[in-house]
């Protein structure tokens, strides 16, 4: 028997092949949509936990800060432990918050919606609460006391070592030019200032500043005489003192913590210190800018 292929049953064929492949991806689009559909909730709750953990993050900067400066509580003390805040009702609508610290200083917030949750994280978050500058490290992270070693009546000849920890908010490198320093003392007349310390590493000898108004040998050491109201230093001693007086310390500093030392010869006397840190974003100083520490002694 003899088949004769025409070209009316070859276009059967191909249309039967275009019905069977249209089916098949229509049938493919109409699954898509349903996956998609099925999935669409989910994808609005993790958009809208997203959201909340934003939100988390703007309500801490501005209750951080309130706490701070309504309180002197630190970032540690306001947001040290977890703080859930609920903007709605049901399971959508409530952010976690929670300052971390660590050398990063870093806060969490978790943003929390039906089943998705997702995490907002803010590095050297001080700067975020408390503006960019040059803080006392207490006011970040309460861990980390103003004044560390003899902070209380101390007496004896020996060295007393005062830490300021401070903590660079900058998102820079910053450099201190010099530091000024006042005392109000609660008893004797003056201090002796015997070096300044970074990180334990001696930044200003007094010896290398002898032209310094407020400089003075005493024995086989050397000294910067810090001035009181009453006066104590030998004239031309002037207040408050300046340190370095005759050059630039160009002390670099990186964005996060670390902890300035003065290390006074005596700390007999206790009082109210004042230290004024002077410091630009290069050792060019043409946009000077200053932090004011104080603490007591």
């Given amino acids: 028997m003899r088949m004769l292929f025409t070209e009316r049953g ?36 993790s958009y809208q936990a997203l959201n909340l953990a934003n939100a988390g993050i703007e309500f801490a900067i501005r209750y951080a800060n309130d706490r701070y400066v309504n309180f002197g509580e630190s970032t540690q003390d306001s947001l040290g ?25 870093t806060l969490t917030s978790l943003g929390i919606c039906g089943n998705a949750q997702r995490t907002v994280k803010v590095k050297q978050f001080a700067g975020y609460a408390q503006g960019s500058g040059l803080i006392l490290t207490e006011a970040v992270n309460s861990v980390y006391p103003p004044i560390q ?5 101390c007496s004896g000849p020996s060295n007393q070592n005062v830490s300021v920890p401070l903590t660079n908010t900058y998102d820079r490198d910053i450099y201190i030019k010099y530091i000024t320093v006042t005392l109000i003392p609660d008893q004797g007349s003056t201090n002796l200032v015997s070096g300044l310390y970074l990180e334990g590493v001696l930044v200003y000898d007094p010896g290398t500043d002898m032209t310094n108004p407020n400089y003075k040998r005493q024995g086989s050491d050397d000294y910067v005489c810090i001035p009181t109201p009453a006066g104590g230093c030998a004239s031309p001693a002037v207040t408050p003192v300046k340190i370095p007086y005759a050059f630039n310390l160009n002390l670099r500093i990186p964005p996060g913590s670390f902890t300035q030392l003065l290390d006074f010869k005596s700390a007999s006397i206790k009082g109210t210190y004042t230290v004024m840190f002077y410091y630009d974003f290069d050792t060019n100083y043409l946009n000077l800018q200053s932090a004011t520490m104080t603490f007591a002694i």
């Avoid at 349903?34 to 609005?44: D, E, I, M, N």
């Fill in 10 to 45: 070859a276009s059967l064929i191909v249309l039967v092949i275009v019905i069977v492949a249209v089916g098949i991806m229509g049938a493919g689009v109409v699954s898509l949509m349903g996956v998609k559909q099925r999935s669409y909730p989910l994808q609005a709750q």
């Fill in 81 to 105: 432990s977890p703080k859930t805040v609920s903007l709605g009702s049901g399971n959508c609508g409530t952010f976690t918050i929670q300052y971390l610290g660590g050398a990063d200083y």
């Fill in 149 to 153: 070693g003899c902070y209380t009546y």
